[in-house]
C-alpha cells in the first residue's frame, strides 16, 4: 500500500538499518527503502525496523473452491486487478495486497502499519490511512495468514530460530472500505546475537531532551543518529574519544537509532528524544 561517507567509516551495506531491539541492532536501510519506493502498496511507515517487502501475488492461500458470496463491492489489487471483492481477491486471486484506494474504486482506505522487533517480541501499531469522516471499526493481525489479535496495536511473540514471517493486517471502515496487505519481515538471529555480544557504549540519558551524553571504554570516532525513515539527522566525528556530550535539542521528539564507530565495528542503540 502507499505502501524508500567520511572515508575511514565503513559504508553502511544492506544489513544497516531497520530492525531495532532494545540492546542491539540488525538494521536495513537505504538500499531496501529505495526498492520498497518503488513497489505499489508498499510499506511507508516510521518503525521501518526490519527488512520487508510487499507480498502481492501468493500462491499458498490460492482456493478456487472456496465459496465466495457474489457481491460487488471491488478491491483494487497490487497487480492492477479490480477483483469484485475482497473474498475472490484472496481465494481466486491468490492477492495478499489490495485496497480501496484506486482510481477505480475510490472508498478511502489503505493498510499502513508500523513495526518495532524487541527481542522475541513482534510489536505492530495500525498507521492505517483513511477517509475523512470515516473510521476503521476492524483490525484483524495475521501471521501466515492466520488470525492472531483484533486489537489496533498487537504484540506478536517470534517463534525461536525462525527467521522470516509473512504480517497481514485487514481494516474495514464504517462506510464499507475492506483493505488488507502482507509483508514478509525478516530478522537476522546471528548478526542480533553478535552485536548483542558486546556490552557496549553507555548511552544516557534516555528518553533525553537536550544533551545525550555517551561513555566507552574504547575510543570512539564517530556517530550518526538516524530517524526511524532511514533519513540521517546528525553526523559528528568524535575524534577518539571516550566521553562525548551531543547536543540534540533541535531535533523533533521520536524515536531514533544511534550508530556509534570505533574505527573495526559499529554499535547500535534505541535513543528517545522528548
Known amino acids: 500500500m502507499s505502501c524508500r561517507r567520511q572515508a575511514a567509516i565503513p559504508p553502511l551495506d544492506a544489513s544497516f538499518f531497520m530492525e531495532v531491539c532494545l540492546k542491539s541492532f540488525d538494521m536495513k536501510v ?49 497487480d492492477h486487478s479490480i477483483p469484485s471483492n475482497s473474498c475472490y481477491a484472496f481465494a481466486y486471486n491468490a492477492l495478499s495486497c489490495w485496497t480501496g484506494v484506486c482510481p477505480e474504486v475510490n472508498s478511502g482506505c489503505e493498510v499502513k502499519f508500523e513495526y518495532a522487533i524487541d527481542g522475541d517480541e513482534l510489536h505492530l501499531t495500525n498507521q492505517s490511512i483513511i477517509g475523512v469522516g470515516d473510521s476503521i471499526t476492524t483490525f484483524i493481525w495475521n501471521n501466515n495468514y492466520e488470525p492472531f489479535s483484533q486489537e489496533e496495536n498487537a504484540v506478536f511473540s517470534l517463534p525461536d530460530g525462525e527467521t522470516e514471517f509473512k504480517i497481514s493486517l485487514q481494516i474495514r471502515t464504517q462506510n464499507g472500505c475492506d483493505a488488507y496487505c502482507t509483508y514478509r519481515i525478516t530478522r537476522s538471529i546471528d548478526a542480533v546475537e553478535e552485536l548483542a555480544k558486546a556490552a557496549g557504549p553507555d548511552v544516557f540519558p534516555n528518553p533525553a531532551s537536550g544533551t545525550l551524553h555517551i561513555r566507552f571504554q574504547e575510543p570512539l570516532e564517530h ?13 559528528r566525528p568524535l ?29 547500535y542503540r534505541k535513543v528517545v528524544l522528548q
Open 223 to 235: 556517530l550518526s543518529l538516524f530517524s526511524l525513515d532511514g533519513k540521517e539527522r546528525l553526523r
Open 30 to 78: 537505504v538500499n531496501m527503502l529505495k526498492t520498497l519506493a518503488l513497489l505499489p502498496f508498499c510499506l511507508a511507515f516510521a518503525f521501518h525496523l526490519g527488512a520487508q517487502e510487499v507480498i502481492c501475488v501468493d500462491s499458498t492461500h490460492y482456493n478456487p473452491d472456496q465459496a465466495c458470496l457474489a457481491i460487488f463491492d471491488p478491491v483494487c489489487g497490487c
Open 239 to 267: 575524534g577518539k574519544v571516550q566521553e562525548a556530550e551531543v547536543d540534540v535539542a533541535r531535533l523533533a521528539s521520536g524515536v531514533y537509532v544511534l550508530v556509534l564507530f570505533d574505527g573495526e565495528r559499529r554499535y
